[in-house]
């Protein structure tokens, strides 16, 4: 396995009271979805890596492996049981990436390098598996990319959500004025904001009361708890056209942090084995809580 070197490490700033709370966060999710999740650990060249599975002892053909976004968790995907619109016999392991507000340790290689595909593909080893579906939203969506330029024979096709990986995030007014609203104050109020405009889109893309009041809860934690020094993500452009794997992306037509138009146009551009392209009306930059879009790649 190839060595993965460090770049930068992020953590909570207590790390045993905080993972404690992250650890009833999961709890309460999972009596809100009444179903468990199994606990799985890793050990990776970075650290620790925390993989929550579903279906696992199932004898099913296909798996699906997911990458959460930048200040979320895997689990974001199965807010008021998302996962089930699917519709599909699928062994589900939502990995809980490096250097995230979440339960894996914090340590990151260089954002700019193939290292995070080294260890997402030292995390599909460590899982037994081979010949997988994966899919990642906004940074995940860049992790997946970088997988399947250095793990392209186990892959099977990727799905990218909203990716972070197709062009720079967006420096427009109104996207920087709600992603740095919570960042700056971190309120209910102003947390409530940035899920409005820039992750939800009412009526269609929203949550239950319940969930939103889980989301609404992580993210003052995260934004609370956490010391974030991992990098962000970036247009690979050109490091695309090594991609070999088939690959699908998603959009929402009202996402503000990556619009869909010009990722629409650098997928088409350098994703040489592209297969479709997506785009839900009405919907925000978390498209991985929308069940059209579980729909779509469970068909």
Known sequence: MKAVKIKTVSGFKDIVKDLHYFE??????????NRAYERIQLNTNIGKTRV????????YHDS???????RTSSLFWDFDRNLDNLNHELRIFL??????????????????SLD?????????????????FIAGASFGGL?????????????KAAFILNPGCLQAFSMKAKNLYYNLLPITSPTVNNVSKF???????????????????????????????YKDRT?????????????????????????????????????????????????????????????????YIGE
């Open 52 to 59: 929550w599975g579903l279906n696992t002892k199932e004898n």
């Open 116 to 132: 995070y595909g080294y260890w997402a593909k030292e995390v599909l080893g460590g899982l037994g598996l081979k010949e997988t």
């Open 195 to 225: 899920l409005d405009k820039a992750i939800f889109s009412k009526p269609g893309h929203t949550l239950s009361a319940a969930s939103r009041q889980l989301i609404t809860d992580c993210e003052l934690f995260a934004l609370k708890k």
């Open 231 to 295: 990098q962000k993500p970036y247009s690979m452009k050109n490091e695309l056209s090594y991609v070999k794997v088939h690959t699908y992306t998603l959009g929402g037509d009202k996402d503000l942090l990556f619009p869909y138009i010009k990722s629409i146009a650098t997928a088409r551009k350098y994703i040489r084995p592209l297969q479709e392209i997506k785009v839900f009306n009405d919907a925000g930059h978390g498209i991985e809580t929308y069940s059209k879009a579980m729909n």
């Open 24 to 33: 009833n966060w999961v709890n309460q999710l999972e009596l809100n979805n």
């Open 95 to 112: 990995v809980e990436t490096n250097g995230l507000p979440n339960s894996s340790d914090g340590a990151t290689p260089d954002i700019k």
């Open 64 to 70: 699906l492996v997911i990458f959460p976004g930048a």
């Open 143 to 155: 992790i997946c990319m970088k997988l399947a330029i250095v793990d392209p024979g186990n892959i």
